[in-house]
Nanobody, 120 residues
Framework: QVQLVESGGGLVQAGGSLRLSCVAS????????MGWYRQVPGKQRELVAA???????NYADSVKGRFTISRDNAKNTVYLQMNSLKPEDTGVYYC??????????????WGQGTQVTVSS
């Protein structure tokens, strides 16, 4: 099993910044992609940003130019730097990882989520 623990959410005013962190632990041999997803009540969970092991990134159009995803492979950690936050960025942010364990069993794992609230 793989455990993902997020931190860094909170309440911030519009225009402010937050930095989310997610640490992966457990049965990990190699982590492929890691990403951040956002969910608001009544809507499906949506991709915010993702990063491959080699550092290639992908962003939702709504956050391009404002959010930056990065990772530290040595620490099995992914970050999401969120700048120029808008009220529509509000939601629960979930960390996701795609990894293999020592038996080459693939795992798709989710964190417990961290709340981000942006006030206008």
């Amino acid at each position: 099993q793989v455990q993902l623990v997020e931190s860094g959410g909170g309440l911030v005013q519009a225009g402010g910044s937050l930095r989310l962190s997610c640490v992966a632990s457990g049965s990990i041999f190699s982590i492929n992609a890691m990403g951040w997803y956002r969910q608001v009540p009544g809507k499906q969970r949506e991709l915010v940003a993702a990063i491959t092991k080699s550092g290639s990134t992908n962003y939702a159009d709504s956050v391009k130019g404002r959010f930056t995803i990065s990772r530290d492979n040595a620490k099995n950690t992914v970050y999401l730097q969120m700048n120029s936050l808008k009220p529509e960025d509000t939601g629960v942010y979930y960390c996701n990882s795609d990894s293999y364990d020592n038996s080459w069993v693939r795992h798709n794992s989710w964190g417990q989520g961290t709340q981000v609230t942006v006030s206008s």
